[in-house]
């Protein structure tokens, strides 16, 4: 069940947005696809971006309650003079953008591969080289940048990565 954040800091809450709202944000495909969904599927998508959006960025300031269950609102968060209160409209929006993410994405909001290409492969060895976007001359945004951009301000800047949410991960 889908218990959205007020901006009091509810005890329970475990999205920013409901379906109505991630409705009128979406456009296009991915408003199509994103209606497409079940009832349950849709609130699912909501819980699982939510999740993502708090877990991933080192937030400004302080949770609102200790008793909170998400890590909106906040306090003592002043962007450009401003005192955010309450859920930023900026986290909303990230929220609707990573379930639109996660829609398009078969791997989901936690694959790691963003926008890598493969430039060589050997099969003896089982070894791959990857070239990222960037890297290759591509002007692309990743799905991460644009949760970055769409956030920023908000959370606090990690200087060891270009994107807050992006990490690799290697398996043996």
Sequence with gaps: MLIVEDGSGLPNANAYVNIAWVEEYLVGDHLQAFT??????????IIVATRYIDGVYPWKGKRKTLEQSLSWPRVEVVIEGFTITGVPSAVMRAVAEAVSLSIDNPDGLFNADNDRIVVAEKVDTLSQT????????KETITKFEVLDKVLKGLYRLDTNSSSVGCSKVVRV
Excluded: F
């Design 130 to 137: 990857y070239l990222y976007g960037k890297q290759a001359g």
């Design 36 to 45: 497409a969904l079940t009832e349950l599927k849709k609130e699912a998508v």
